[in-house]
C-alpha cells in the first residue's frame, strides 16, 4: 500500500540497482490502481494483455501501457472524482491543446521529499535570501499552467525577499514584459543579496540579447543561480547550442555555467530532473527511461536515439504511469559522464513530427471509441 511512499522516501536519488524492486513494486500497485478505478485505461491495458502481475523484472516495464502525451491533449482521463484531487494542472498548451493532470494528496507527499532530496543534492537549496527574477508566467487564478506552479517552487529553493515575473496576466492571457525583467536584474545586481533567475531559457536568451544590444553588462552577487525550466517551445527554430547560451550568461550577468543548471519535466511526469554538472540529466529513482523506435515502438538498446518513454508512479489520480512525448533522446551508461553518478543520463535531441506521435494516439482513442479525433 505504501510502496510509492518507499520509493520516494528513498535516501540514494541516483541508486537506480537498490530501488529495482521498490520501483517495480510501486509501478505495479500504481497500474493496479488505475485499472480499478479508470475504465478507459482498463480497457488499454486489458486489449494489451497487460496484468500488473506481470512485472517480475525491470526489463518487463516495456509492458507497462504507455500513452502518448498528445493522448492526454484530447482525452480527460482520470482515476478519481475530482473532489479528491488535491489541484488540477494543465501543460502549456503551445500546440493549441493542453494536457489536464490531476494531483492526488499521496503525490504531493511523495514529491515534497524527492525535490528536497534532489535539491540538496545539486546544491540548490540555500538558507541565503535571495532576489528573484522569474522569466515565466505569474501565479494567477485563471491559469492552471503546471509549468508556472513548477517555477513559483523553485523559487523557494533560497528565501525569496522579491520576485519579478516577466510575464504577467492582462485581460485574456499573458503579456512578457523583457524590459521589465532588464530593470529588475539592474536593481537586484545593487542589492547586498545574490540573485536568482528562474524560467524558459528562449527568454533567458532574448533578453540576454538585448541586453547586450544596449551594451549592458552587469555582475550578479557571488552565489548567484539560474535555473532554466519549460524548454524552448514554441521557439524552438531559434533554439542555440547550449554552450553559446552560456557563453553570453557569463558575459552579461557574470554568471558561471557551474551556476546554471537546467530542469527537465512534464505536466505528465512532474519527476524532477536536474543536470549535473556535466550538465546531463541523470535518471533519479523515482523514474524509469525507455528509449522506442518511432516507427515500430519497440524499445531500443542503450546509445540508439529513439521517443522517450517516461514511466514513474508518482500520478494515482490520473493514469500517467507511462507516457510517450514527442522528444527525441538517447540514453548513455552513467559512468561515461565523469560527475560521479553512476545512472543512466538522457539527451534530448528536440521534438520529432507529430506524424508518428498521432499515429500512436490514435490507436489509444480508437480503444475508446474516439479515433476520430487525431
Same mark, same amino acid.
Given at each position: 500500500?505504501?510502496?510509492?511512499?518507499?520509493?520516494?522516501?528513498?535516501?540514494?536519488?541516483?541508486?537506480?540497482?537498490?530501488?529495482?524492486?521498490?520501483?517495480?513494486?510501486?509501478?505495479?500497485?500504481?497500474?493496479?490502481?488505475?485499472?480499478?478505478?479508470?475504465?478507459?485505461?482498463?480497457?488499454?491495458? $486489458?486489449?494489451?494483455?497487460?496484468?500488473?502481475?506481470?512485472?517480475?523484472?525491470?526489463?518487463?516495464?516495456?509492458?507497462?501501457?504507455?500513452?502518448?502525451?498528445?493522448?492526454? &491533449?484530447?482525452?480527460?482521463?482520470?482515476?478519481?472524482?475530482?473532489?479528491?484531487?488535491?489541484?488540477?494542472?494543465?501543460?502549456?498548451?503551445?500546440?493549441?491543446?493542453?494536457?489536464?493532470?490531476?494531483?492526488?494528496?499521496?503525490?504531493?507527499?511523495?514529491?515534497?521529499?524527492?525535490?528536497?532530496?534532489?535539491?540538496?543534492?545539486?546544491?540548490?537549496?540555500?538558507?541565503?535570501?535571495?532576489?528573484?527574477?522569474?522569466?515565466?508566467?505569474?501565479?494567477?487564478?485563471?491559469?492552471?499552467?503546471?509549468?508556472?506552479?513548477?517555477?513559483?517552487?523553485?523559487?523557494?529553493?533560497?528565501?525569496?525577499?522579491?520576485?519579478?515575473?516577466?510575464?504577467?496576466?492582462?485581460?485574456?492571457?499573458?503579456?512578457?514584459?523583457?524590459?521589465?525583467?532588464?530593470?529588475?536584474?539592474?536593481?537586484? *545586481?545593487?542589492?547586498?543579496?545574490?540573485?536568482?533567475?528562474?524560467?524558459?531559457?528562449?527568454?533567458?536568451?532574448?533578453?540576454?540579447?538585448?541586453?547586450?544590444?544596449?551594451?549592458?553588462?552587469?555582475?550578479?552577487?557571488?552565489?548567484?543561480?539560474?535555473?532554466?525550466?519549460?524548454?524552448?517551445?514554441?521557439?524552438?527554430?531559434?533554439?542555440?547550442? &547550449? *554552450?553559446?547560451?552560456?557563453?553570453?550568461?557569463?558575459?552579461?550577468?557574470?554568471?558561471? $555555467?557551474?551556476?546554471?543548471? $537546467?530542469?527537465?519535466?512534464?505536466? $505528465?511526469?512532474?519527476?524532477?530532473?536536474?543536470?549535473?554538472?556535466?550538465?546531463?540529466?541523470?535518471?533519479?529513482?523515482? *523514474?524509469?527511461?525507455?528509449?522506442?523506435?518511432?516507427?515500430?515502438?519497440?524499445?531500443?538498446?542503450?546509445?540508439?536515439?529513439?521517443?522517450?518513454?517516461?514511466?514513474?508512479?508518482?500520478?494515482?489520480?490520473?493514469?500517467?504511469?507511462?507516457?510517450?512525448?514527442?522528444?527525441?533522446?538517447?540514453?548513455?551508461?552513467?559512468?561515461?559522464?565523469?560527475?560521479?553518478?553512476?545512472?543512466?543520463?538522457?539527451?534530448?535531441?528536440?521534438?520529432?513530427?507529430?506524424?508518428?506521435?498521432?499515429?500512436?494516439?490514435?490507436?489509444?482513442?480508437?480503444?475508446?471509441?474516439?479515433?476520430?479525433?487525431?
Amino acid at each position: 500500500m505504501f510502496s510509492r511512499q518507499r520509493l520516494f522516501w528513498h535516501r540514494g536519488p541516483y541508486d537506480l540497482p537498490s530501488t529495482d524492486q521498490l520501483f517495480l513494486q510501486a509501478t505495479a500497485d500504481c497500474c493496479a490502481f488505475h485499472m480499478a478505478r479508470c475504465p478507459q485505461y482498463r480497457a488499454i491495458a $486489458e486489449h494489451l494483455g497487460f496484468s500488473p502481475d506481470q512485472l517480475r523484472t525491470m526489463d518487463d516495464l516495456v509492458r507497462v501501457p504507455m500513452l502518448p502525451t498528445l493522448f492526454f &491533449k484530447r482525452h480527460a482521463l482520470f482515476s478519481m472524482p475530482r473532489r479528491r484531487m488535491v489541484m488540477k494542472v494543465t501543460s502549456s498548451g503551445t500546440s493549441g491543446t493542453f494536457s489536464q493532470v490531476g494531483f492526488d494528496l499521496g503525490c504531493i507527499w511523495a514529491e515534497v521529499p524527492m525535490v528536497l532530496r534532489l535539491g540538496w543534492r545539486h546544491r540548490l537549496i540555500s538558507f541565503r535570501p535571495a532576489n528573484y527574477v522569474v522569466l515565466g508566467y505569474k501565479p494567477d487564478r485563471r491559469s492552471s499552467a503546471g509549468v508556472t506552479r513548477t517555477m513559483f517552487g523553485m523559487t523557494f529553493f533560497a528565501p525569496p525577499l522579491r520576485r519579478f515575473y516577466a510575464l504577467r496576466w492582462q485581460g485574456e492571457g499573458y503579456v512578457p514584459d523583457l524590459d521589465g525583467a532588464v530593470e529588475a536584474l539592474e536593481r537586484f *545586481s545593487r542589492s547586498p543579496f545574490p540573485t536568482r533567475i528562474v524560467g524558459f531559457p528562449s527568454y533567458l536568451w532574448f533578453g540576454l540579447k538585448r541586453m547586450e544590444e544596449l551594451g549592458i553588462s552587469l555582475r550578479l552577487r557571488p552565489g548567484s543561480k539560474i535555473l532554466l525550466a519549460g524548454g524552448w517551445k514554441q521557439h524552438w527554430q531559434q533554439q542555440v547550442d &547550449k *554552450s553559446v547560451l552560456y557563453s553570453l550568461v557569463r558575459r552579461v550577468l557574470g554568471v558561471g $555555467e557551474e551556476d546554471i543548471y $537546467e530542469l527537465f519535466g512534464a505536466v $505528465e511526469h512532474p519527476i524532477f530532473y536536474n543536470t549535473c554538472p556535466r550538465h546531463h540529466f541523470h535518471v533519479p529513482i523515482y *523514474s524509469r527511461v525507455l528509449i522506442r523506435d518511432p516507427a515500430t515502438l519497440e524499445p531500443l538498446p542503450m546509445g540508439q536515439v529513439g521517443l522517450v518513454n517516461l514511466i514513474s508512479p508518482l500520478i494515482r489520480a490520473t493514469p500517467v504511469t507511462s507516457v510517450v512525448t514527442d522528444d527525441l533522446g538517447y540514453l548513455t551508461p552513467g559512468d561515461a559522464c565523469g560527475c560521479g553518478l553512476t545512472s543512466p543520463y538522457l539527451t534530448l535531441l528536440g521534438r520529432v513530427g507529430l506524424g508518428d506521435i498521432k499515429t500512436c494516439a490514435a490507436g489509444a482513442a480508437d480503444l475508446l471509441g474516439k479515433g476520430e479525433g487525431f
